[in-house]
């Protein structure tokens, strides 16, 4: 099984910023895809960010220009840098990590932007 790890939610006001970390347990050049979801209450769970194992990155629309997803060099772990942040990017949030055809996930952190 593959297990992910997020961490690095928390409270902050309008504006501020947050570092979100996954860590896996193996090579992150395992999977296909590794990306960043959210899910507010009562809402579906969205694609927040993505890369590929061939490095073309996507964001939602919503978080184009604030949000920037990367990979450490030791490449085990992914990050969601958080800027400029609004209240309604307040939600759980979930790495996700795909081989082929399967995906997984991890237990979610919550992000809450609040004045």
């Known amino acids: 099984q593959v297990h992910l790890v997020e961490s690095g939610g928390g409270l902050v006001q309008p504006g501020g910023s947050l570092r979100l970390s996954c860590t896996a347990s193996e090579n992150i050049f395992n999977f296909t895809e590794v990306a960043w979801y959210r899910q507010a209450p009562g809402i579906s769970r969205d694609l927040v960010a993505s890369?590929?194992?061939?490095?073309?990155?996507n964001y939602a629309d919503s978080v184009k220009g604030r949000f920037t997803i990367f990979r450490d060099g030791a490449e085990k772990t992914i990050y969601l840098q958080m800027n400029s942040l609004e209240p309604e990017d307040t939600a759980v949030y979930y790495c996700?990590?795909?081989?082929?055809?399967?995906?997984?996930w991890g237990q979610g952190t919550q992000v809450t932007v609040s004045s």
């Open positions: 996700s990590a795909r081989i082929l055809q399967r995906n997984f």
């Open positions: 890369i590929n194992l061939g490095g073309k990155i």
